[in-house]
């Protein structure tokens, strides 16, 4: 049978969201009840990461821990993946002394490739490309808070960068909209998000246009790990398209804001927004812990029943 992965958020379907939502639902209360669940003993989670990271690290390896299992963190620094070593080798090794992979890397082909080599599901912790768990968490909080996305329209403001590829792939499965503002320049790039309908998003030269009515604003830094060459310029750029109270009045009354953090208050958002009731951020961080269990729960024991 083919291995399950996790790579992009297109490679589940609706029906899978909702069965991982449910029981993200169930494992988050279990979790806030003291209740101990240890479905994953004895399984071994391997994280690589090639960037930076405070809240995948923590979510997976801290999640892994409470369902019974344990994490094992690699870096490109100190292991042979920083010294060449071919991925599809480093995927025949890991997967041989592991029950589930995940990776922070640069190009989304890395994690392809080692998928392709992995004897176990392998998950996108972030590539340059697309932050799947991210906007599992994000959509959950969004549910969470609100209800049910389907229908519902998304304001995007900033750079059409991992996220905002991962967004529209969310859009297109769960039946939503994306309003999306990019400064001239950093717009979408249409191999990025193919398969895509052209209904799923709209594109607005004004950010302020793209929150108007939007029942959830959200933004990301202006330089993403692996772009900072170009941060002067894009500082440049992107002062327009920074999130304010003006463009949350704009946006639907019940509007929320989220952001996958780390944020840079003054920048892509004020610290008026950031920090102003419309705000769910640390809802939307947290809730990395709880779809990430889901998830690994998923991936490794298939479907189960919710009591
Ligand atoms: N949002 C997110 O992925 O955070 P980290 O970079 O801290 O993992
Ligand atoms: N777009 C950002 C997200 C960080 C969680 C980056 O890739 O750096």
Redesign the pocket.
């Known amino acids: 049978m083919a291995i399950k992965h996790f790579l992009q958020f297109k490679d589940f379907t609706r029906e899978e969201f909702a069965y991982v939502f449910e029981r993200s639902r169930w494992i988050k209360n279990q979790f806030k009840s003291y209740e101990k669940y240890w479905p994953l003993v004895d399984r071994t989670l391997v994280m690589i990461f090639e960037k930076a990271s405070t809240r995948t690290r923590l979510s997976f390896e801290a999640g892994m821990h409470q369902l019974g299992g344990s994490a094992i963190y690699l870096n490109t620094r100190d292991s042979q993946l920083g010294r060449g070593e071919p991925v599809e080798d480093a995927a025949q090794v890991i997967s041989r002394m592991s029950d589930v992979v995940m990776i922070r890397t640069f190009e989304q082909e890395i994690i392809e490739r080692f998928a392709a080599n992995s004897r176990v599901p392998v998950i996108n912790g972030?590539t340059n490309e697309y932050?799947p768990c991210?906007i599992l968490a994000d959509i959950f909080t969004y549910t969470e808070h609100r209800g049910c996305i389907q229908g519902k329209t998304v304001a995007w403001v900033g750079d059409a960068?991992?996220?905002c590829n991962t967004w529209l792939q969310a859009a297109q499965v769960l039946d939503f909209k994306v309003h999306v503002s990019t400064p001239p320049g950093y717009e979408l790039q249409p191999e990025l998000i193919a398969g895509v309908d052209a209904q799923r998003f709209q594109i607005f030269a004004d950010p302020m246009d793209a929150c108007r009515g939007a029942d959830l604003v959200t933004t990301?830094?202006w330089t993403?790990?692996g772009f900072e060459a170009e941060n002067e310029a894009r500082i440049k750029a992107f002062a327009d398209w920074c999130v304010d109270g003006e463009m949350m009045r704009v946006a639907d009354p019940k509007a929320i804001f989220m952001h996958?953090?780390p944020a840079h208050r003054g920048e892509e958002v004020t610290g008026e927004v950031m920090d102003g009731p419309q705000s769910v951020v640390w809802d939307e961080a947290e809730n990395r812990l709880h779809v990430q269990k889901a998830l690994m729960e998923y991936l490794l024991l298939g479907r189960l029943e919710t009591k």
Do not use: F
Request: charged share 10%; glycine share 0%.
């Open positions: 972030l932050h991210q960068n991992n996220m990301d830094v993403s790990m996958c953090l």
